[in-house]
């Protein structure tokens, strides 16, 4: 016992369950417990009594697992490919996904209305022809658009699994006489499914979250989240029992799959003893061509909205109307020289917001994964509520708790910092979790017996180890926080609007070509770092060559 | 033991927190870029003054008002109708401006705890191509036609004001039976700008927003795309600002009141925004293509009924079948 107390990873576990308490348990609490408190009857038997509110939880589910099906049937093939094969364009495919992160949701939903909607190009075309599509407002609209976005989560978490699969295996499982197919089935999946769980815990969270998509889209489908919005616009400050409520219902659920996660992941552990890759394997002929279709295709199609990004960002505009095919550069003359400021902000903020994410998650996971004792299971729990929390609830909770009182925030650049790092550490916590799992203990053992103490070790042996990871995450979490609205456009506060605050205004406001141009420099502050880690620092990005 | 990581955290990123300076005002408006940069540049011209500006929809921005009581950071709220505002009142302090005085009596606020900056105007916005061999609508009751089923957009009125006036209007100037055939044709958009761009890009035939929001697609250009003042009247809505208690910026909170509702700013704001003015001394349309008021049916209806009744009238209203329902 004195030994534990003794250890260093004791404290830091204790620091980092004492710092997840005051910033991510306390709001929430100060939130949650209004679904009790509240006037009248209380929230928990209303919900039960409103047939629409059940409806919603019910079509949520549905669609978060829909959502994640479809993600995870797109995003593991395409990264198995790219991790395994070369094929033409490849190089292409390999990065593009990413942009898809980062386009505005409402960008994205508005594209997709152009190809599918009632008026889409390809509705007319098809109408054309004698075939009706269903209408792209409900399930059809919000399952494709949905998936065609977030599968891009599971290629970036499955892609460097895959990258650092040991090919040995598979030979060795071979060379015992299995068939090729069956022995990646039986050798490769265990190994990958860590990553493979977590990124689709992801997806679906952040499914069970959407809250962009889901109102140009559901029209009269209830969805959680939009009668969560509902509730807090009709409920106002004074009565949050409703909001809170609604609010709990997607913390418990995602909860409960987090839960789900953990239990598959903790029946099975495997670690890969040696990272060694398997080479690229040429694919050429009539299956190269076949695959880079598929792969192409899956890419174009995310991709629309970032050609309609570029194509809006150089067309002159009057007002809401766009005058195509006629070019001009005064759309981002405003970004970088009449109003700056946004893309100052978001430099700023994302850039320190990354580092303490990035920083914590590598540290604490490693806490988690490596050194478990009476707080980490905990830390590990409170980690993840975050991913629970839609970003509006997060906001408020954060206005809420640290407004006045001895910690004032509100008002400061710090809290848009906090809410960064409080909503997209769990990416990091997740990936962290799940590359360690596939380091052996055997190396830091040996270290320590060498009489290195542990907390050297960590820097020496395991964080060297981790790198690739940790890289992959900082370029996730970098993406994410660069990208994030929900939250920071809660507590900003004037002067400090960042680039998704500025494209969501200018696209509310009908100015689809500023909101373009804001939006292409977007996707390029979050494109430019990661080319520069790939060439100049050789940091493989997608551990994928 | 609990406090020290705190400090440190809080060490680490107050650097960043340069507090603005308290002198400048704040204006905290659900109104869109082109409104509100017109108003920050005659702020500037007028006073020297940098205006700061928070948006978010003004239900999200009132909360938060509510939330910063203790230590408000806006000062000006330039966003809301009565029957949005009638519940926050206790956030805001009345304030006789003297630009008041150009205003009409029945737009102004009892007590001037808001004052009208502008006017809104229900129309119906038509997409000429998408009529499928239907008339242009006249009336409201001409979209009683089951023609129309799924082809009319209205933006949600539990979260828009623009839902709500026109939803409520409706329900006043229809005969019941009429009404319910309309609202069987209308599809609810959660977004309220989702509306007049719905109709813009054809996804439908007709959208029901207010006029500032239609006009600016006609003014961009797209011929194909008409305004309708229904003959029978329509609807108006007065759109307050007002003083937040307790505002940091103090006077300087008042000037930027004056300035936002001062001739050349509603002049401005007529111009790239295409907000009407509540001043009686402007001519529109001297200024933009839209009708000058005494031009326009006008429906009147009462306000403060609109607001009491809000909950029983959303209720009602969420019985009724609607085109976009889910099976």
């Given amino acids: 016992m004195t030994g534990t107390l003794c250890s260093p990873w004791f404290w830091i576990s204790a620091l980092a369950l004492a710092l997840l308490s005051l910033f991510v348990l306390y709001p929430l609490l100060n939130v949650?417990?209004?679904?009790?408190?509240?006037?009248?009857?209380?929230?928990?038997?209303?919900?039960?009594?409103?047939?629409?509110?059940?409806?919603?939880?019910?079509?949520?589910?549905?669609?978060?697992?829909?959502?994640?099906?479809?993600?995870?049937?797109?995003?593991?093939?395409?990264?198995?490919?790219?991790?395994?094969?070369?094929?033409?364009?490849?190089?292409?495919i390999a990065l593009l996904p990413l942009i898809t992160l980062v386009i505005p949701e409402v960008i994205a939903a508005q594209t997709w209305l152009m190809?599918?909607?009632?008026?889409?190009?390809?509705?007319?075309?098809?109408?054309?022809?004698?075939?009706?599509?269903?209408?792209?407002?409900?399930?059809?609209?919000?399952?494709?658009?949905?998936?065609?976005?977030?599968?891009?989560?599971?290629?970036?978490?499955?892609?460097?699994?895959?990258?650092?699969?040991?090919?040995?295996?598979?030979?060795?499982?071979?060379?015992?006489?299995?068939?090729?197919?069956?022995?990646?089935?039986?050798?490769?999946?265990?190994?990958?499914?860590?990553?493979?769980?977590?990124?689709?815990?992801?997806?679906?969270t952040m499914t069970v979250g959407n809250f962009a998509i889901s109102m140009i889209l559901s029209h009269r489908l209830p969805l959680l989240s939009v009668v969560t919005y509902q509730a807090a616009v009709a409920e106002g400050a004074s009565?949050?029992?409703?909001?809170?409520?609604?609010?709990?219902?997607?913390?418990?659920?995602?909860?409960?799959?987090?839960?789900?996660?953990?239990?598959?992941?903790?029946?099975?552990?495997?670690?890969?003893?040696?990272?060694?890759?398997?080479?690229?394997?040429?694919?050429?002929?009539?299956?190269?061509?076949?695959?880079?279709?598929?792969?192409?295709?899956?890419?174009?199609?995310?991709?629309?909205?970032?050609?309609?990004?570029?194509?809006?960002?150089?067309?002159?505009?009057?007002?809401?109307?766009?005058?195509?095919?006629?070019?001009t550069f005064a759309n981002l003359e405003r970004v970088f020289v009449t109003a700056p400021q946004p893309l100052i902000n978001s430099l700023t903020y994302a850039g320190v917001a990354t580092g303490l994410s990035i920083a914590f998650s590598a540290i604490v996971s490693y806490v988690v994964v490596k050194k478990p004792n009476i707080f980490t299971p905990f830390v590990d729990y409170i980690s993840a509520v975050p991913l629970a929390l839609s970003g509006t609830v997060l906001g408020v909770a954060l206005l809420a708790t640290f407004h006045g009182g001895w910690l004032p925030l509100s008002g400061t650049a710090t809290i848009i910092v906090l809410a960064y790092v409080i909503r997209r550490m769990p990416?990091?916590?997740?990936?962290?979790?799940?590359?360690?799992?596939?380091?052996?203990?055997?190396?830091?053992?040996?270290?320590?017996?060498?009489?290195?103490?542990?907390?050297?070790?960590?820097?020496?042996?395991?964080?060297?180890?981790?790198?690739?990871?940790?890289?992959?995450?900082?370029?996730?979490?970098?993406?994410?926080?660069?990208?994030?609205?929900?939250?920071?456009?809660?507590?900003?506060?004037?002067?400090?609007?960042?680039?998704?605050?500025?494209?969501?205004?200018?696209?509310?406001?009908?100015?689809?070509?500023?909101?373009?141009?804001?939006?292409?420099?977007?996707?390029?502050?979050?494109?430019?770092?990661?080319?520069?880690?790939?060439?100049?620092?050789?940091?493989?990005?997608?551990a994928a060559k | 033991m609990n406090i020290k990581p705190i400090h440190i955290v809080a060490a680490l990123t107050l650097g960043l927190a340069a507090p603005a300076l308290a002198q400048e005002p704040v204006l905290y408006t659900s109104n869109p870029v082109q409104a509100y940069e017109a108003v920050q540049a005659n702020v500037k011209a007028e006073t020297g003054l940098n205006l700061d500006v928070i948006t978010g929809g003004s239900g999200v921005l009132l909360r938060r008002i509510e939330a910063e009581t203790s230590a408000p950071q806006g000062d000006v709220f330039w966003s809301s109708s009565t029957n949005t505002l009638g519940a926050f009142e206790q956030l805001f302090e009345a304030y006789a401006s003297p630009t008041?005085?150009?205003?009409?009596?029945?737009?102004?606020?009892?007590?001037?705890?808001?004052?009208?900056?502008?006017?809104?105007?229900?129309?119906?916005?038509?997409?000429?191509?998408?009529?499928?061999?239907?008339?242009?609508?006249?009336?409201?009751?001409?979209?009683?036609?089951?023609?129309?089923?799924?082809?009319?957009?209205?933006?949600?009125?539990?979260?828009?004001?623009?839902?709500?006036?026109?939803?409520?209007?409706?329900?006043?100037?229809?005969?019941?039976?009429?009404?319910?055939?309309?609202?069987?044709?209308?599809?609810?958009?959660?977004?309220?700008?989702?509306?007049?761009?719905?109709?813009?890009?054809?996804?439908?035939?007709?959208?029901?927003?207010?006029?500032?929001?239609?006009?600016?697609?006609?003014?961009?250009?797209?011929?194909?795309?008409?305004?309708?003042?229904?003959?029978?009247?329509?609807f108006i809505s007065p759109e307050y600002a007002g003083l937040i208690k307790d505002a940091p910026a103090g006077e300087n909170a008042k000037k930027a009141i004056d300035t936002l509702l001062s001739k050349e700013t509603q002049i401005e704001l007529l111009k790239v925004a295409f907000r009407r003015p509540s001043r009686t001394d402007i001519n529109v349309s001297d200024h933009v293509g839209l009708p000058d008021i005494g031009n326009i049916k006008v429906f009147a209806v009462d306000e403060a009924e609109a607001a009491e009744q809000r909950d029983a009238a959303l209720a009602a209203w969420a019985e009724l079948p609607k085109a976009g329902d889910a099976k």
């Fill in chain 1, 239 to 327: 009565d949050i029992t409703m909001q809170s409520t609604l609010a709990s219902v997607s913390v418990l659920i995602v909860m409960a799959v987090l839960f789900l996660n953990r239990w598959v992941v903790a029946r099975g552990r495997y670690e890969i003893v040696q990272g060694r890759g398997a080479r690229p394997q040429p694919l050429r002929g009539l299956k190269g061509a076949a695959v880079a279709l598929a792969a192409g295709l899956v890419v174009l199609i995310s991709l629309l909205p970032l050609i309609s990004i570029i194509l809006g960002a150089f067309t002159q505009a009057r007002g809401p109307v766009m005058q195509w095919g006629n070019w």
């Fill in chain 1, 115 to 204: 190809m599918l909607g009632n008026n889409g190009l390809i509705t007319r075309a098809l109408r054309d022809i004698g075939i009706r599509l269903p209408s792209f407002y409900g399930w059809f609209g919000l399952i494709t658009s949905m998936s065609f976005i977030y599968y891009t989560y599971v290629y970036i978490g499955v892609v460097a699994a895959i990258g650092k699969f040991d090919a040995q295996l598979e030979e060795a499982a071979q060379s015992l006489g299995t068939s090729p197919a069956r022995s990646r089935l039986k050798v490769m999946v265990p190994v990958i499914l860590p990553a493979i769980l977590a990124s689709a815990l992801l997806v679906f």
């Fill in chain 2, 100 to 234: 008041l005085e150009a205003m009409p009596d029945d737009l102004r606020y009892p007590g001037d705890l808001f004052l009208p900056a502008n006017v809104h105007v229900a129309t119906m916005l038509v997409n000429t191509d998408q009529l499928d061999g239907q008339e242009v609508p006249v009336n409201w009751a001409d979209l009683a036609d089951p023609a129309w089923s799924g082809r009319i957009i209205l933006p949600d009125p539990v979260n828009s004001s623009t839902g709500y006036t026109i939803v409520w209007g409706l329900s006043k100037l229809l005969d019941e039976a009429t009404y319910k055939a309309v609202v069987a044709n209308l599809v609810i958009s959660g977004s309220s700008s989702a509306v007049p761009r719905g109709v813009a890009m054809g996804e439908y035939a007709v959208g029901l927003t207010f006029e500032t929001n239609s006009y600016s697609y006609v003014d961009g250009g797209q011929t194909e795309l008409r305004i309708v003042y229904p003959a029978e009247g329509t």
């Fill in chain 1, 32 to 92: 949650l417990t209004a679904s009790f408190t509240g006037e009248g009857p209380n929230g928990w038997s209303r919900l039960i009594a409103t047939p629409r509110y059940l409806q919603a939880i019910q079509n949520t589910l549905i669609l978060a697992t829909t959502v994640t099906v479809v993600a995870t049937l797109i995003g593991v093939p395409l990264a198995y490919v790219t991790a395994r094969y070369s094929f033409a364009g490849k190089s292409l």
């Fill in chain 1, 427 to 542: 990416f990091g916590m997740r990936n962290g979790q799940a590359t360690l799992h596939n380091i052996p203990n055997s190396l830091e053992e040996a270290s320590i017996s060498l009489g290195v103490p542990p907390v050297r070790t960590f820097f020496k042996v395991v964080l060297p180890v981790m790198l690739p990871a940790i890289a992959a995450a900082a370029v996730l979490t970098w993406t994410t926080t660069v990208a994030e609205l929900s939250a920071s456009i809660l507590v900003y506060s004037g002067g400090r609007e960042t680039l998704p605050i500025q494209v969501f205004r200018l696209i509310d406001s009908g100015l689809m070509a500023y909101a373009s141009a804001y939006g292409l420099v977007l996707v390029a502050v979050i494109l430019i770092p990661i080319i520069v880690a790939a060439k100049l620092f050789r940091i493989d990005v997608f």
